[in-house]
């Protein structure tokens, strides 16, 4: 095994010199939805707003003089980026941040401000797999020293110290599961590690996106495989190939008897748990940091009378996106829909349109008309929000039975994805 419990309790006194104990608070409403005692693990409230910066301190902190002095250069979606910058700054070296052109404004902002004359960014790819190829390049073409985001062992034991920190924060409470977010892997690999050697009785559940299940992949086929696609909505966890050391870590665990239980989450079910979070619980999450407490909707995670930990891994989170977050929730919850209605070229066609299928409490969100085939009819893109998803059935069977002709649009469909 690339990093083994030992490790991990060696990194935790340097790491907790630099990064904030962050708090371990109960959730009254997970805890209300599953029946179980749900606590909050908030490494949102980072320095850097994730737990990016344990992997990255520790690791950069145990460079030679010499490695440090050619400087750094690190790939990232954005959070591991800024626990680069913030560690760079504060042992005195520098380095060179690549991002993909996803990654969102405020976390470019937050690099820039972090690492101040210590950092440059550059910016450029679509995916961070494309990031990182090109730190890659830039490591071999100026031998800067690469501090990756999560396939390294001094940085899987960084992270493993939240393990650590929440067993000490619950003191005589040993918890039945831990539900953990997984990208590349180096938080999921950290903490299951110390877990299974200090608690082995408890459950370490993954949390990937749908869209980018990278270490369910590598488990299936024995190692890390890269995606064809990736959904980079989870743009802290959208990673298209499993690192090296964080598979075999896991794998590690796998042989030896203590699996990790890996589920996917879809980026509606995450939509949902951001706006809960944020409405009710007053946490301001990105994607990646809500991903974990949207396993919570899945049945079977945890069971009522447990004592369950869900890390909140991160709160950059862009605030011009909540619009799609919005969108996405609204959808997933069975409130939103869209249709292709092809409405008579006439006078009063909508009118009837929305006294005759429309309930009294659904509302037209979107009407553009896609393009006009002839003269009497023209086909138009419509949105409706409904009051309650029992509405629909009701709304379907009025369409049903008037004059117009509609093709109800699938979240399946591929075409969706360009009105979410």
């Not at 992997?55 to 250069?73: D, K, W």
């Not at 608690?199 to 890390?224: C, D, F, I, N, W």
């Not at 996106?321 to 929730?329: L, N, S």
């Not at 896609?370 to 023209?378: A, I, M, Q, Y």
């Amino acid at each position: 095994m690339p990093v083994n419990a030992d490790s991990i309790d060696a990194a935790y006194e340097p790491v907790s010199r630099v990064a904030t104990r962050t708090p371990l608070e109960r959730a009254a409403r997970l805890s209300e939805r599953t029946g179980a005692d749900v606590w909050l693990k908030r490494e949102d409230l980072q320095a850097v707003r994730s737990y990016k910066l344990r992997g990255a301190f520790h690791m950069i902190s145990r460079l030679t003089a010499e490695e440090r002095g050619r400087g750094l250069v690190a790939a990232s979606a954005g959070n591991h980026a800024q626990g680069v910058a913030y560690a760079a700054r504060a042992l005195g070296t520098t380095a060179r941040i690549y991002l993909p052109r996803t990654t969102p404004r405020q976390k470019r902002e937050r690099i820039a401000v972090l690492g101040g004359e210590h950092v440059e960014v550059i910016v450029g790819g679509d995916t961070y797999d494309a990031a990182s190829a090109a730190a890659s390049a830039d490591a071999a073409r100026t031998g800067a020293t690469v501090v990756p985001a999560f396939d390294h062992p001094d940085v899987i034991a960084g992270q493993g110290t939240v393990a650590r920190e929440v067993s000490e924060q619950l003191g005589d409470c040993v918890p039945d599961v831990v539900v953990v977010p997984v990208g590349g892997g180096g938080l999921i690999a950290g903490m299951a590690t110390w877990l299974a050697a200090h608690h082995p009785q408890t459950r370490v559940v993954g949390v990937e996106p749908s869209g980018a299940a990278s270490m369910a992949a590598a488990l299936k086929h024995g190692a890390p495989v890269t995606l064809d696609e990736v959904d980079a909505f989870v743009d802290g966890a959208a990673v298209r190939r499993a690192g090296a050391h964080t598979y075999a870590t896991l794998a590690a665990l796998e042989a030896a008897g203590r699996p990790v239980e890996l589920v996917t989450v879809d980026p509606g079910r995450v939509s949902e748990e951001m706006l809960d979070l944020f409405e009710v619980d007053g946490v301001i999450a990105e994607p990646a940091g809500a991903l974990a407490a949207a396993a919570l909707r899945l049945p079977g995670i945890v069971l009522p009378g447990e004592t369950a930990v869900v890390v909140v891994s991160g709160g950059n989170h862009d605030v011009s996106r909540y619009a799609e977050v919005i969108e996405r929730a609204l959808v997933s919850k069975g409130l939103k829909h869209y249709w292709l209605v092809d409405f008579p070229q006439e006078p009063g066609a909508l009118r009837r349109f929305l006294d005759v299928v429309l309930g009294p409490d659904d509302d037209i969100t979107l009407f553009e008309y896609v393009k006009r085939h002839n003269r009497e009819t023209g086909p138009a893109l419509v949105g409706i929000e409904l009051g309650a998803p029992a509405n629909l059935p009701g709304l379907l069977e009025r369409l049903d039975d008037s004059p117009l002709r509609a093709q109800k649009l699938s979240p399946d469909d591929p075409a969706f994805q360009f009105l979410v």
